[in-house]
C-alpha cells in the first residue's frame, strides 16, 4: 500500500486529534508488540468492554457478527474459531486503541504469532448502538483505516506505527470541483491535501523504556506536522463518504472495503447478503454445514451432505442391515430410486455378481457389501483363501460415475448421488462435487490390466490414498469426494493433498 | 541407494537395494492402513520363489481342459514401481470347441491373467476375461500342492462387485472351474 509512504519518515504515531490515546506505539520501529490475552484487558470503555466480553464468552451471536450470524445456531466456538480463522485473534496489545470519549475503539486481530492480520473499529451508529468493521490487511506494506468522515489511519507493518492524516478541500484538480478530496479514488487526475499531525508519546522523546500504558509519567501529544498534498497515485480506494459532519466512526457504506461485523450492511450488498473480503462479493450467511458457492448462495459442505445421509433412517436401517451380510460369500445391497425408495440388488444370473438393472434410470444411489475374505478348501486339504480389496471396486466407481451423469443429465440435483461400500474394514460412501462435463468412463473397470493398476496402487499405498490415486492418475477424474464413516459414527472426509498424501479431515458434528 | 551387507550365516558378501522388497514380503502389509513402504519401488523376486510355478499346467473341469502357461515377468515401470509377476496364459477347450485362446497375447496386452502377490505358498493372480465387464473376472490362486511339486492347486474366486444391466443385456457364464482343481506339470 503506497499512499502513505512519504510517512514513513515518520518515527511516532500519528492519530487522529479525536483520538487521544491511552496507548500508544512505541517509537522503536524494531521492538515487537506486546500481545497479551484480552482477558487481561481492563477499560471502561463500553465498546470495548463489549468486544472483549463477546470474545472471552464466545458470544458471537449476541453480538451478532453478521458474518457469522447466522451460524450462530451452531456452537458459539465454532463462529469465533471462523471468525479467528478469517480475520484473526482478538487481543489486547499496544495496538489497541480506545478514546477517552468512549466512542471509538481500534483493536489489531492477530495470527498466533502476533503478526496483524486485520483491523477491527468499533463505533457507535447513528441509532446509538455498538457496530464493529472489520477489516483484513492483504497487502505487504500496511493497511488503511477510516475512522472518520475525513480522516484515515494507516498501520504499516513495516514499522508497526499508524500513521494519521486528514482529507480536507485543498488545492484539487478534481473534476467536480466542489466535492472534497476524499473522493480522490474516483478522480482521475489531481491531488488530495490534509493536515499532518505527529503524536508523540513516551516520558521522553526517543526513549524507548515507556512505561505502562495510563501511567501519568506516559504521555502523548499531537504536534502539527504541517499541510501535506499528495498525488493521487499514491492513493488506494478512499471511501467517497456522503454524509457530513466529521469526528467519529461513521457508519460503513461498503465502499472501502471494510466488512460489517455488528450488523453494519454494505450499500453493494443487499440484506441479508453481507460484503465478504475474502472473495470481495456479496454473500449470503451459512448456517454449520453449509458454505458459498460461487454465486454467494449457501449450498451443503460434503460433510453436510454426508450428515443429511448418515441421518437418514432408511438408509441407516439399509446400511446396518447390511453390516450383518460382510461374511456371506455372496454380496448384498439396495440401490436408492430418485423418489427415495430402495430397492434390493439381485444376483446376477452367473450366481456371483450383483445385477443393477438396464432401467435404473432414476437410481441416486447404491449401498453395498464387499466381503470378509473366505476360503475354499483344495483338492490336497489345504485351504485357499480369497483375500478382498475391501474398497469401492473400479467397477464401483464407474458405475457411480455412471450415476452422477445420468441424474444430471435428468436434471436431479448431483448433491443427493452417492454410493455407500459396507465392509468390516470400513464403511465409505463417494459423492460427486466435480464438473460432470469432464467425468470420464471410458476405462474399463475390469481390464485385467486397470484391475492390476488399482490392486498395485491400494497394496503400495493404503486403501484409502491408493484408491484416491487411482481416480485420479488412473481414470483421470476428479470431484469424487471419498468419506468414511467410522466405527463411533464420525465421518472423516478423505482426500489427496497437492503433494498426493493423504488427508483425513474430520466432519464436526 | 545401493547398501552393502554381509550375511554372517553365508560366506559370500551379498548386495541388497533398499528400494526393492521381496515378493514373499509383501502380503504382510496388507494389513498396514499405509500399504508399504514409500522407498519400495521394486517388489522383486529376489529368492526365486516364484520359479517353482513356472511351466505348462493341465487340468480339466467338467467337459473342460485347461492349459495354463506361466512365465516370470518384470512389469514396466508404472506409477513409479515395477514388480517381478507371474504371467498366466491359457487355452480352454471342449473337445474339439477352443472356448477360449490366450496363448499368443502380448505381455502388457488384455487378457493375460497377471500375477498379484505371494502370501506363503499361494500366489494371487487377476483374471479379466473377454467378457469381463459382464462378469467374466475374478482371482485365481495357484499353489504346489501337497501331493508332489508336480502338482498345483488353482482355485478360482468368481468377481462378485456391481454389473450394469445397461452394458450387460446378457450376462456369460463362466469358463474358469468354480471348484478348486488339480494341474500337472507338463
Not at chain 1, 481416480?471 to 497437492?498: C, F, P, R
Not at chain 2, 508332489?148 to 469358463?175: A, V, Y
Amino acid at each position: 500500500m503506497g499512499e502513505l509512504k512519504f510517512f514513513k519518515h515518520l518515527k511516532y504515531v500519528s492519530v487522529c486529534s479525536l483520538l487521544c490515546l491511552i496507548s500508544c506505539n512505541k517509537e522503536d520501529n524494531s521492538s515487537e508488540e506486546n500481545f497479551t490475552d484480552t482477558s487481561e484487558f481492563v477499560t471502561t470503555n463500553p465498546i470495548a468492554l463489549d468486544l472483549v466480553t463477546s470474545v472471552n464468552s464466545f458470544e458471537i451471536k449476541k453480538k451478532d457478527f453478521a458474518l457469522f450470524s447466522q451460524q450462530a445456531s451452531g456452537t458459539n466456538e465454532s463462529d469465533m474459531s471462523a471468525f479467528e480463522q478469517a480475520y484473526g485473534k482478538i487481543r489486547y496489545s499496544d495496538l489497541v486503541m480506545i478514546d477517552s470519549t468512549n466512542t471509538n475503539t481500534l483493536f489489531p486481530l492477530t495470527d498466533d504469532n502476533g503478526v496483524v492480520r486485520s483491523l477491527l473499529v468499533g463505533y457507535y451508529d447513528s441509532e446509538g448502538i455498538i457496530q464493529y468493521l472489520v477489516k483484513e490487511i492483504k497487502e505487504d506494506s500496511g493497511v488503511e483505516v477510516r475512522i472518520g468522515e475525513n480522516e484515515r489511519m494507516y498501520y504499516d507493518l513495516s514499522d508497526k506505527n499508524y500513521y494519521y492524516y486528514e482529507i480536507e478541500e485543498g488545492s484539487s484538480n478534481e473534476s467536480s470541483g466542489t466535492a472534497k478530496s476524499h473522493t480522490i479514488h474516483s478522480s482521475s487526475s489531481g491531488q488530495a491535501c490534509g493536515f499532518v499531525y505527529v503524536n508523540v508519546c513516551g516520558t521522553a522523546f526517543g526513549n524507548d523504556d515507556e512505561p505502562p500504558s495510563g501511567s501519568p509519567d506516559w504521555a502523548c501529544s499531537l504536534v502539527y506536522d504541517g499541510f501535506r498534498c499528495w498525488a493521487v497515485g499514491d492513493t488506494t480506494v478512499l471511501d467517497a463518504g456522503d454524509s457530513s459532519g466529521g469526528g467519529g466512526i461513521t457508519e460503513d457504506d461498503g465502499d472501502d472495503g471494510w466488512t460489517p461485523v455488528g450488523g453494519g450492511s454494505s450499500s453493494n450488498c443487499s440484506s441479508p447478503r453481507v460484503y465478504d473480503p475474502v472473495s470481495g462479493s456479496c454473500i449470503l450467511p451459512c448456517d454449520p454445514g453449509f458454505e458459498n458457492d460461487e454465486n454467494g448462495n449457501c449450498v451443503k459442505t460434503p460433510c453436510g451432505h454426508l450428515d443429511d445421509l448418515y441421518t437418514d433412517a432408511q438408509y441407516v436401517a439399509k446400511v446396518n442391515q447390511l453390516k450383518g451380510n460382510t461374511g456371506l460369500q455372496q454380496e448384498s445391497g439396495f440401490s436408492q430410486n430418485s423418489n427415495g425408495s430402495f430397492t434390493t440388488l439381485q444376483v446376477a444370473p452367473n450366481g456371483h455378481n450383483l445385477y443393477i438393472p438396464s432401467n435404473s434410470t432414476s437410481m441416486i444411489g447404491y449401498v453395498h457389501t464387499h466381503l470378509d475374505d473366505f476360503d475354499k478348501v483344495n483338492s490336497d486339504g489345504t485351504i485357499t483363501t480369497n483375500k478382498i480389496y475391501r474398497m469401492f471396486s473400479p467397477a464401483d466407481l464407474r458405475t457411480f460415475l455412471n450415476m452422477v451423469r445420468n441424474a444430471s443429465a435428468n436434471n436431479f440435483p448431483l448433491d443427493k448421488i452417492y454410493a455407500t461400500m459396507v465392509s468390516s474394514s470400513g464403511i465409505y460412501t463417494m459423492r460427486f462435487t466435480g464438473d460432470v462435463s469432464s467425468i470420464n468412463t471410458t476405462f474399463n473397470p475390469r481390464d485385467d490390466r486397470i484391475i492390476q493398476r488399482f490392486k498395485k496402487l491400494i497394496d503400495r499405498f493404503g486403501r484409502e490414498r491408493g484408491f484416491l490415486k487411482f481416480i485420479k492418475d488412473v481414470t483421470n477424474n476428479s470431484g469424487v469426494d471419498l468419506a468414511k464413516i467410522n466405527n463411533d459414527g464420525t465421518i472423516d472426509e478423505k482426500e489427496l493433498d497437492d503433494q498426493g498424501k493423504l488427508d483425513t479431515n474430520p466432519c464436526e458434528n | 541407494m545401493i547398501v552393502v551387507g554381509t550375511s554372517y550365516s553365508c560366506k559370500a558378501q551379498v548386495l541388497f537395494d533398499n528400494s526393492e522388497m521381496p515378493v514373499e514380503q509383501v502380503a504382510s502389509y496388507f494389513e498396514n492402513e499405509n500399504g508399504l513402504p514409500d522407498h519400495i519401488t521394486y517388489v522383486k523376486d529376489i529368492n526365486n520363489v516364484l520359479n517353482k510355478y513356472v511351466g505348462t499346467w493341465n487340468g480339466s473341469y467338467g467337459n473342460k481342459s485347461y492349459e495354463f502357461r506361466i512365465v516370470k515377468y518384470t512389469t514396466p515401470l508404472v506409477d513409479g514401481f515395477k514388480e517381478d509377476i507371474l504371467l498366466m496364459r491359457y487355452k480352454i477347450v471342449n473337445g474339439a470347441n477352443v472356448i477360449e485362446n490366450t496363448l499368443n497375447i502380448q505381455n502388457e496386452q488384455a487378457l493375460i491373467i497377471r500375477g498379484n502377490f505371494l502370501d506363503g505358498n499361494t500366489y494371487n493372480l487377476i483374471y479379466s476375461g473377454r467378457e469381463s465387464l459382464c462378469g467374466q473376472h475374478g482371482d485365481i490362486y495357484i499353489s504346489i500342492s501337497s501331493l508332489g511339486s508336480n502338482k498345483m492347486n488353482f482355485t478360482f474366486f468368481p468377481g462378485r462387485d456391481l454389473i450394469e444391466g445397461s452394458e450387460c443385456p446378457t450376462i456369460p457364464d463362466h469358463i474358469m472351474p468354480l471348484d478348486p482343481i488339480t494341474l500337472t506339470k507338463q
